[in-house]
């Protein structure tokens, strides 16, 4: 009886290759198909198109496949550190003994999801030209009017209103509340930056003078607004979605004045960051942009005064010192008749000297050339003899009767015309041969 009890308590025996297919088999009838959420880790992309990576969390991670056929329907290039989402069938990799995931899709998880719809209004709005830099506005040097878009009880709000109040208490700022998170956010923040855009100089020109119907259009009160401040403190991708809201990035296109945008931490960056005009790190550092500290300009005041003051004075001294030598030159008129005389017999003197010299050196070429022309004309007629010595030769050299004491003959017609082809004569036909001693008598008997 023992001894059948410890052969049926025994443990079966498998071989290595059949207990991997039957792991696979119970796990593919308990989990698959399945969805999981991880951070990929150790990506890579074999030659043959394959990937290979493990999906991690916490408190553990699986090694993941993803074949060619899987890999080539990916929309966006998968990176260590990413959040993601992958489908497929959970197995074991027999020749190893692995537990291996053989993922059959894969998308960005949370943020990753977002991002990918970032960066896609992003490029839509940027081929529309809403980011051209050619767009972008200078910030107004002293701005008559500040606007500040954001929320009432924010951080950021408190951080600008003290930023410039300590910068510069003598302009106004007026707020147009409105969330900063949320879903309701985008709309109401672009109600507040409209809101804003009638107190701009544009804005004024175009709403009508309060007259009967000011109760439904009443004109625009308050200061003029010549730069807008849209800001909020930093959070994750989530909590600052709202500036990534396509119709906000159209109505920040479409202020009449400078939009600085400070919305988060420096790191964080927003489609409302690339529209405006300026973008900040910070909101206190959006609120330093605008407001130029007033003990800058007031000392920039004071040395303009400085630099007005020398300046006046130093064009008094000039018309003082003119003033002096007018008036010595009228207190005496004798010595500017002597200094005027002086130059007078000074310049007299100059012209006859030059008068002197020019007439020696006028004597002196027409004796030079007395003494070289004799010279010159035996020169002359010496080199026209030898010219026509030489046109003498080259014109014996043409004689033709040169040529007709080498046996040639000069033949002509009986009219006197020269015969100089067979073609100009027939047979029968007289013609006169001169040669070097004489002239003969011909007549043409035949033509070869």
């Not at 709309?187 to 544009?202: I, N, V």
């Not at 002597?338 to 027409?366: D, I, M, W």
Request: contains cysteine; aromatic residues 4%; hydrophobic residues 40%.
């Amino acid at each position: 009886m023992a001894e059948i009890n410890q052969a049926e308590s025994a443990p079966r025996i498998w071989q290595v290759g059949a207990l991997c297919r039957a792991v696979a088999d119970a796990l593919d009838a308990r989990f698959n198909p399945l969805a999981v959420r991880g951070e990929i880790s150790g990506f890579s992309r074999a030659t043959s198109g394959h990937c290979y990576f493990s999906i991690k969390d916490e408190t553990g991670q699986i090694r993941c496949a993803m074949f060619r056929r899987a890999a080539s329907l990916l929309d966006f290039s998968p990176r260590d550190g990413e959040m993601v989402e992958l489908r497929g069938r959970l197995g074991v990799y027999e020749p190893r003994g692995d537990l291996q995931l053989i993922v059959e899709s894969m998308s960005r998880a949370g943020a990753g999801a977002l991002f990918e719809q970032f960066l896609k209004l992003k490029a839509k709005l940027e081929a529309q030209g809403l980011f051209d830099p050619a767009h972008k506005r200078p910030l107004p040097i002293m701005p008559r009017g500040i606007g500040v878009v954001t929320s009432r009880g924010a951080a950021a709000l408190h951080d600008v209103v003290t930023t410039l109040q300590r910068r510069v208490p003598h302009i106004p700022v007026l707020l147009a509340p409105a969330s900063v998170q949320g879903s309701n956010a985008p709309q109401e923040l672009a109600a507040a930056l409209s809101s804003l855009y009638l107190l701009t100089q544009d804005g004024r020109d175009q709403r009508p003078v309060a007259s009967r119907d000011s109760a439904t259009h009443p004109a625009p009160a308050g200061p003029v607004i010549d730069v807008i401040l849209l800001v909020r403190g930093g959070g994750s991708m989530e909590d600052l979605w709202a500036f990534n809201d396509e119709q906000l990035v159209r109505t920040l296109a479409q202020s009449p004045v400078p939009v600085v945008c400070g919305v988060g931490h420096e790191t964080d960056f927003t489609l409302a960051d690339f529209v405006a005009d300026v973008r900040a790190p910070t909101p206190t550092a959006a609120a330093e942009l605008v407001a130029q500290p007033r003990e800058a300009w007031l000392g920039a005041l004071d040395a303009l005064a400085r630099r007005l003051q020398d300046a006046a004075y130093r064009r008094l001294d000039q018309h003082n010192q003119q003033l002096d030598l007018t008036a010595s030159r009228l207190g005496r008129p004798s010595a500017r008749v002597g200094q005027q005389r002086l130059r007078l017999a000074a310049t007299a003197q100059r012209l006859q000297f030059l008068s002197e010299q020019l007439l020696r050196q006028r004597r002196q070429s027409v004796q030079q050339m007395q003494a070289s022309l004799p010279q010159a004309v035996q020169r002359g007629l010496s080199r026209s003899a030898e010219r026509l010595q030489r046109a003498e030769l080259q014109l014996g050299l043409l004689d033709p009767s040169l040529v007709l004491q080498r046996g040639y003959a000069w033949l002509t017609n009986t009219q006197g015309g020269t015969i100089t082809g067979v073609g100009q004569t027939g047979v029968g036909q007289a013609l006169r041969a001169t040669l070097a001693d004489g002239e003969l008598d011909l007549t043409v008997t035949a033509l070869s």
